[in-house]
């Protein structure tokens, strides 16, 4: 069995990020299950949120974070994450990330949910792009770290509660390779593939939350996902972002009769939270008998709207779409896992030696629902401590949760079983677990995917591992969204639409010895 300091599994940011951390104290091995630049990452386009103009602090930036959090936000890991933010993007300099400039300062933009501009970002609309290539040529050329792509990681190996190595499928032999270590660090990303209409790329399904599991770590507040308002609707064009820094800077939401409608939804208007625009635009679609509402930049300058936002421009004039001159046809997509692998304000979970880190872990700092550009920002503040804490020789696990839920086996009792596929499984969670859920929806979601998790056949390839995972991670979500009978964040609903203080409390899964 080869021996690493550190295994790290993923190669998005966090799984960068890390490595180049790592690399100074010991010798690490990432592995990942495509391309190196197959990650949700690489599509990120608004930015990075920190607190660096004089206009700003990072009280504010923990304000506007624990507003957007809904009552579940942790103080304490945001004050770390608003605090530590510049000194991160600092390392991003470093490395080499060329955040846009205007006259010689970092060029800030606003999203929703921020009370001033404090976005990053590179490329225009390119931030992930450009991080993402950075740190992995950065990686690619460092003698200590090893790179092994088309590696799927299959199993974390833990003994008497630490963590020691882990399996993985090679993806071209087909062959099981165990590799032991000191320290393993879960970066596999989020779990957006659970759902039909979805801005996350392929390999975002769940692995590294249903891996955790099986290992025995908590994963916690899985109800708790978030729906992006506006990703691009044309017939036969495939699914693409449109940033909210679109809106940001001036863009208009418009129904299909061309009026404005979110100020008839909240005084926030067009930058009012995530959730909040997303659960508008549903209701307005509904109210207008259409599928899309539009995005409006016909009125800003074209060569702005071309230069800030060139990958969109490009990609809507690609599909014959030229978004100076005429409006973006836009409905909400599935977009990112607030929930998680539990994990301290040092990435540890409860099993000594693994680490969580980026958007599989659940450090506490989004709460029930993301600030956005707040995800790339807690991957390098809490990666870095991450890397920090494994100085120590053996670094303890982190206590159990009080209260944590095994799944339970349920009845299947449907005259009509569904046969799972991905293509059922993401049509089912999207039609009830999405933006809208209600009991009914909730509880046929759990039962179905209950009946699935008994038809699962041994896994052998990629497809029928991440097919078994999403399963298993569909159940963690649909069951806790069930359970928590309230409306917060981006959990709405429609049975309980208000949120109930009785619920200021989170959900954990811990798997029975
Ligand atoms: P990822 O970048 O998804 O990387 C996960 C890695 O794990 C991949 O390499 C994957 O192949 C690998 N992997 C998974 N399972 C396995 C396995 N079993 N074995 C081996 N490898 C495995 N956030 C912001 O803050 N600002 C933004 O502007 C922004 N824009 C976004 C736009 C889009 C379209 C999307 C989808 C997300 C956006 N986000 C944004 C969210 C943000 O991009 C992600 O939360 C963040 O990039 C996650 O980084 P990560 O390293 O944790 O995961
Ligand atoms: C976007 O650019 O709208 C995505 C930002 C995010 O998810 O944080």
Sequence with gaps: MSEYDYIII???????????????????LIITKGSI???????AQGGIAAAISSLDSPELHMQDTISAGAGLCDPEAVRILTEEAADRIADLVKFGVPFDTVNGEIALTKEAAHSIPRILHAGGDATGERIEVTLSNAARSSKRITILEYCLAIEILVLEGGVYGVTALDLHSGSLEKFGCRFVILATGGVGRLFKITTNPDVATGDGIALAYEAGAEITDMEFFQFHP????LPGVPLFLISEAVRGEGGILRNADGEQFMLNYTSEGDLAPRDVVARSIVSEMKRTGTDRVYLDVTHMQARIVSARFPQIYRFCLDHDLDITSSMIPVAP??????????????GETNISGLFASGEVACTGVHGANRLASNSLLEVLVFGKRIVERSKRAANAAISAGEEAFSLKERDWDSSSPSVLSLTALQALLWENAGIMRSREGLQKAVNTLAAWEKELVIPTDRPSYELANMVLVGRFMTEAALMREESRGAHFRSDFPEPSDAWLRHIVYRKEP
Excluded: F, K
């Excluded at 630049?37 to 599509?43: A, G, K, M, V």
């Excluded at 990112?336 to 994990?343: E, N």
């Design 10 to 28: 993923g190669s998005g940011i966090a799984g960068l990020y890390d490595a180049l951390m790592a690399q100074e104290l010991g010798s690490v």
């Design 37 to 43: 630049d197959e990650c949700n990452t690489r599509y």
């Design 230 to 233: 506006t990703a691009l609707r």
């Design 333 to 346: 997509a599935a977009h990112y896992i607030m929930g998680g692998v539990r994990a301290n304000y040092w």
